[in-house]
């Protein structure tokens, strides 16, 4: 089974073409980053439109690589939910086209159940039962994935996601959008001790970083936001307070579950503190999978690796598929 995937869920524009062996074939992302970071974030209609304008290019050249181009798929796979509404109705809409154009059968997965399955795209031989931290823009999870068909919500952010955190910090410090590896990059020049900010440890694997988020305001005012130094430790004070928060509540929800395999996933798993401080926490007692950075951050392989293991399990959707904004993470 080889699947064309696409992804247009917020400012990532992707095309993927992945193999039922794990294999990815091929992986376009046309970032519009750029094009939002006047605006300090994403712009929703500037988003769907660029997608539009995008996304037929991005496809093509994912099938560059395929012999026979769309003949040599045998599906396609697309983001239905959880995203923008009209970026989503970009994507399921020319995935519809296509199906209907080919006659490929078409499969919609939710962007959530991709970043997690990302994992397989990085280790194949992992296998459920894990437990999972899942850190993007907009959600903070921890999932014990005990097999495809049973997912169950351990925790969750009761208000900013880990990678919004990152990204209006990063706006009070100057730095551009996205924030994440802005922050990331200028906090390893800088020295992590010399501003002590709060780690928010709620009980049951949730999380809040909004208090973290004020406390950052709160301290910049006798602060001067110019000087780099001030900035970069700041940004360390800050992604060490984050990293220590997440992985705290990872080791909790890892042994109330008795995992014996952790996984990172999502955009903010490509920070290279908390990659690191996982690896070490975990070192002795569980196994680790953490994707490449660029499989961690929005792009159509993890779609296509969760069009897979959908497809593979309930064949794909018949009749119209419809783009679901609020579709629940990790619901099949
Ligand atoms: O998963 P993703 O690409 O898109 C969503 O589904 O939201 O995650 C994007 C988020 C942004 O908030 C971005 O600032 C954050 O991930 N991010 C990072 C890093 N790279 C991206 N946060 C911290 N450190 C990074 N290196
Ligand atoms: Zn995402």
Same mark, same amino acid.
């Given at each position: 089974?080889?699947?064309?995937?696409?992804?247009?869920?917020?400012?990532?524009?992707?095309?993927?073409?992945?193999?039922?062996?794990?294999?990815?074939?091929?992986?376009?992302?046309?970032?519009?980053?750029?094009?939002?970071?006047?605006?300090?974030?994403?712009?929703?209609?500037?988003?769907?439109?660029?997608?539009?304008?995008?996304?037929?290019?991005?496809?093509?050249?994912?099938?560059?690589?395929? *012999?026979? $181009?769309?003949?040599?798929?045998? #599906?396609? %796979?697309?983001?239905? +939910?959880?995203? &923008? @509404? !009209?970026?989503? *109705?970009? $994507?399921?809409?020319?995935?519809? #086209?296509? %199906?209907?154009?080919? +006659?490929?059968? &078409? @499969? !919609?997965?939710?962007?959530?159940?991709?970043?997690?399955?990302?994992?397989?795209?990085?280790?194949?031989?992992?296998?459920?039962?894990?437990?999972?931290?899942?850190?993007?823009?907009?959600?903070?999870?921890?999932?014990?994935?005990?097999?495809?068909?049973?997912?169950?919500?351990?925790?969750?952010?009761?208000?900013?996601?880990?990678?919004?955190?990152?990204?209006?910090?990063?706006?009070?410090?100057?730095?551009?959008?996205?924030?994440?590896?802005?922050?990331?990059?200028?906090?390893?020049?800088?020295?992590?001790?010399?501003?002590?900010?709060?780690?928010?440890?709620?009980?049951?694997?949730?999380?809040?970083?909004?208090?973290?988020?004020?406390?950052?305001?709160?301290?910049?005012?006798?602060?001067?936001?110019?000087?780099?130094?001030?900035?970069?430790?700041?940004?360390?004070?800050?992604?060490?307070?984050?990293?220590?928060?997440?992985?705290?509540?990872?080791?909790?929800?890892?042994?109330?579950?008795?995992?014996?395999?952790?996984?990172?996933?999502?955009?903010?798993?490509?920070?290279?503190?908390?990659?690191?401080?996982?690896?070490?926490?975990?070192?002795?007692?569980?196994?680790?999978?953490?994707?490449?950075?660029?499989?961690?951050?929005?792009?159509?392989?993890?779609?296509?690796?969760?069009?897979?293991?959908?497809?593979?399990?309930?064949?794909?959707?018949?009749?119209?598929?419809?783009?679901?904004?609020?579709?629940?993470?990790?619901?099949?």
């Amino acid at each position: 089974m080889r699947l064309l995937a696409i992804e247009t869920s917020c400012d990532e524009t992707a095309a993927a073409v992945v193999e039922s062996d794990w294999t990815v074939r091929s992986s376009v992302v046309a970032s519009q980053a750029q094009a939002h970071a006047r605006y300090g974030g994403v712009v929703p209609e500037l988003a769907a439109r660029m997608h539009l304008e995008r996304l037929g290019g991005v496809v093509e050249q994912a099938l560059e690589p395929i *012999a026979g $181009g769309l003949r040599g798929v045998d #599906g396609i %796979a697309v983001t239905r +939910g959880p995203g &923008l @509404v !009209g970026c989503l *109705a970009v $994507g399921v809409s020319y995935a519809q #086209g296509l %199906a209907l154009a080919t +006659g490929l059968p &078409l @499969v !919609g997965v939710n962007h959530m159940t991709g970043h997690v399955l990302a994992a397989k795209l990085a280790e194949p031989d992992l296998e459920p039962p894990f437990v999972a931290l899942v850190v993007s823009g907009g959600h903070t999870d921890l999932i014990h994935y005990r097999a495809d068909d049973d997912v169950a919500l351990m925790g969750a952010t009761r208000d900013d996601a880990a990678g919004e955190a990152f990204d209006k910090v990063a706006r009070m410090l100057g730095l551009a959008y996205p924030g994440g590896p802005e922050i990331d990059r200028v906090a390893r020049s800088g020295d992590p001790g010399r501003y002590r900010l709060p780690r928010p440890l709620l009980p049951d694997f949730n999380f809040s970083f909004s208090g973290l988020k004020t406390a950052v305001l709160y301290l910049l005012r006798g602060l001067d936001p110019t000087d780099p130094k001030v900035v970069a430790d700041v940004a360390a004070g800050f992604r060490l307070a984050v990293v220590e928060t997440l992985v705290a509540q990872l080791e909790a929800a890892a042994e109330s579950a008795g995992a014996s395999q952790v996984v990172v996933a999502g955009g903010v798993a490509s920070n290279g503190l908390l990659r690191e401080t996982v690896r070490e926490r975990f070192a002795k007692v569980a196994r680790v999978v953490i994707p490449a950075p660029s499989l961690c951050t929005d792009n159509a392989a993890m779609i296509g690796a969760a069009g897979l293991v959908r497809s593979g399990r309930r064949g794909f959707d018949r009749g119209p598929l419809d783009a679901e904004p609020g579709l629940r993470a990790y619901a099949a």
